[in-house]
């Protein structure tokens, strides 16, 4: 039998409100939907390039202090037309869950 | 006025192939699309990107899907409303549903099928505390008029495709072109690039980089921009005429949330069971646009969707009729313009 890795996010959502859930390390995921699947941001308001970096829906802030601050060539071109970015933004579609993220903490950005 | 069979709202791959079902059971249909060109998101956002999932097609260019769809269904002469938005419903009686868009064209069909996938594609506005006063007050989303801007001083924000070209383009009609972007690096074609760059150097565009506008000021028009360093904090003040931000368009339902539909999730909510048909009779919703159990928002479920609605459709348009399915390797393609596909005869001949 194949045991399953997980790792332990936070992520708080676009109410501040704060979540733990358990991401696997195994399913070929990023965090992008990680978030949609644990249904911490309105459907249809996440993730609606489907994960290209061709939009900014899935804009997050890591606020913990992994290793996570290198952004890939499309996602600082995307960033840099998106609003409220800050230093540690991330377009969370681009972030794949493994087992290095144990703990991480991130904040979903708002809407723009 | 437009009149059709099927009206269908959004010109994605969903809505393209609904045209091609309807054609097969004598439908005629008509398109309504907010982009000023079919595809829906395969066009607009990905054309380049390959997709692999499409049964048969072990790689395709989303612009080429897009493509094949359209010479799929040329025999069948969809009609097209392009660069407009599906504002309004009206049901004129059981038969009749009356869409008028935002630029007042009138359509008239007795089955609407909404295929509008994540919504229509509506400019991103830049935050700023009034930005909304000012709004066709000198402040512009997007270039319709070039003429207008002749002898006219424009500034330009963004670092895409769109904000480089219209700075090209205007800086051989305005009076004065500046473009402001918040990094030093333009993300777009290299030529486009090259070119403002040229332009930069002969003084036909003026550039500030890494700069952002961080507020608008005027009476009744627009009169200024206060621009702000990234680098230093730097502020400035640019007296101009037009202001056109230009960051990119982002998916909304729009319009259609208020069509008395029921809505979960950002999407219209349909019966899964049978023909995708919403809670208003004669109104479908079809592809990435709906919602039911087990939903996936993957083209080649909206293929199947378009396929039922169009019987369903069929149903409502001719309820005295009878339908039975046709496979087209038996009946063909018999276009409404006359054409005529089929497959070759066997040929029944003694070998002597």
């Not at chain 1, 941001?41 to 899935?58: D, K, P, Q, V, W």
């Not at chain 2, 495709?161 to 500046?178: G, R």
């Not at chain 2, 990119?248 to 219209?268: C, R, S």
């Not at chain 2, 019987?311 to 313009?337: C, E, M, W």
Request: hydrophobic share 40%; aromatic share 6%; with cysteine.
């Amino acid at each position: 039998m194949i045991v399953s890795k997980e790792v332990r996010i936070q992520i708080t959502d676009r109410n501040g409100t704060s979540h733990e859930v358990m991401a696997p390390t195994d399913l070929n995921m990023n965090l992008m939907e990680v978030i949609r699947s644990f249904e911490l941001a309105e459907e249809g308001t996440i993730g609606i390039c489907g994960g290209m970096a061709m939009c900014a829906s899935c804009q997050c802030y890591v606020l913990s202090d992994h290793d996570l601050l290198h952004r890939g060539d499309e996602e600082e071109a995307m960033l840099s037309e998106a609003f409220n970015v800050r230093e540690n933004s991330r377009l969370s579609c681009q972030i794949p869950i493994n087992e290095a993220l144990e703990n991480l903490h991130i904040e979903i950005a708002q809407e723009d | 006025m437009i009149q059709t069979d099927i009206l269908i709202i959004g010109a994605g791959p969903t809505g393209l192939f609904a045209v091609f079902e309807a054609g097969l059971l004598k439908l005629k249909c008509h398109i309504i699309d907010a982009l000023p060109q079919a595809g829906g998101q395969l066009s607009e956002l990905y054309p380049k990107k390959p997709i692999y999932d499409i049964p048969g097609y072990p790689e395709v260019g989303a612009q080429e899907l897009v493509d094949n769809l359209m010479e799929q269904i040329k025999p069948f002469q969809p009609g097209f409303t392009l660069g407009e938005r599906a504002e309004k419903i009206t049901k004129i009686d059981d038969k009749l549903f009356e869409v008028v868009t935002d630029k007042g064209t009138v359509h008239r069909a007795a089955v609407v099928a909404i295929a509008g996938g994540l919504g229509s594609f509506e400019p991103r506005k830049p935050q700023l505390p009034n930005i909304e006063q000012f709004e066709d007050k000198g402040l512009l989303y997007m270039v319709k008029n070039p003429a207008q801007f002749k002898d006219k001083r424009v500034v330009i924000a963004g670092g895409g495709d769109s904000a480089l070209d219209w700075s090209i383009y205007l800086s051989d009609i305005a009076a004065e072109v500046v473009l402001v972007h918040r990094r030093n690096e333009f993300r777009g074609a290299l030529d486009s690039v090259e070119k403002v760059q040229d332009l930069k150097s002969a003084g036909k565009i003026k550039l500030y980089t890494p700069y952002e506008v961080t507020k608008i000021e005027g009476d009744i028009q627009l009169k200024s921009l206060r621009l702000k360093s990234n680098q230093t904090e730097t502020e400035l003040d640019l007296e101009t005429d037009f202001f056109i931000p230009l960051f990119g368009l982002t998916p909304k339902l729009g319009p259609i949330a208020n069509w008395g539909l029921e809505i979960e999730k950002n999407a219209i909510k349909v019966d899964n069971t049978l023909d995708y048909q919403t809670n208003i009779p004669g109104i479908y919703a079809i592809g990435d646009v709906n919602t039911y159990p087990g939903k996936l928002k993957l083209i080649l479920c909206g293929f199947h969707e378009a396929t039922l609605m169009c019987q369903s459709a069929f149903a409502r348009i001719h309820p005295d009729k009878r339908n039975v399915l046709k496979y087209t390797t038996v009946g063909g393609i018999n276009g409404f313009d006359g054409s005529v596909k089929q497959a070759p005869k066997a040929v029944v001949k003694t070998i002597d």
